[in-house]
């Protein structure tokens, strides 16, 4: 029987961009003339991901010190001037306030279950924009509560450990294919991938494009 929803929070429920986001894109944009500046929010997010993966349990690092390293290593690559620590000071910004997609509250105040957020942050930052949207989840787990960043399967084994649950008792949603779909599903967590972008969804993986088509598979997986 499922007993509750965890749910990724930034890119799902809120945001991944924002005015404080877009801030930073323009400043690096803005900072130099090198053509690969276009493409350094991808190249900054590639490189995070990379930090975020060598970051578990003794080499953890927090998520506001791997978006400082991120930066400044793309900063030196395209030759922008910009201040690594003053753009994520901006994001920690963004963080802590982005923006709810149109159908997130929704989704959530849909549920008739507890919702927990499973997230890649740092606590604090995921605690400001919750209280913000006045966001009333079960329960919070971060990377920086784990010391491991998904798709590392711990973060669900301890979102379970939070629940008091058992991986068949809940559904996890969230708009990441592997760190949102596959890694639940490889301990027996059902999940929905949010599949906002159209992407092409591979043939074992349940897609939703919003949430509240999410919202009514999770109910049809509710009475299975």
Known sequence: MIKAIFSDFYG?????DGPYSKMVVERIAGSTRDAEAADAVVRWNLT???RQAAAFADAYRSHYDLAIESFQEVLQEIGSPEDAAALCELMALHWSSAPLFPDGKLFLESLSLPYYFVTNCDTHFVCEAVEKHGLKPAGIITSEVVHAYKPRTEMFLAALDQAGLRADGVIHVGDSLDSDFYSP???????????RRGKTIPDDVIAAPDLMTAGSIIRRLQRS
């Open 12 to 16: 799902t429920i809120v945001r991944e």
């Open 48 to 50: 995070f991901r990379k």
């Open 185 to 195: 599903q490889s301990i027996g967590i059902s999940a929905v991938w949010l599949n």
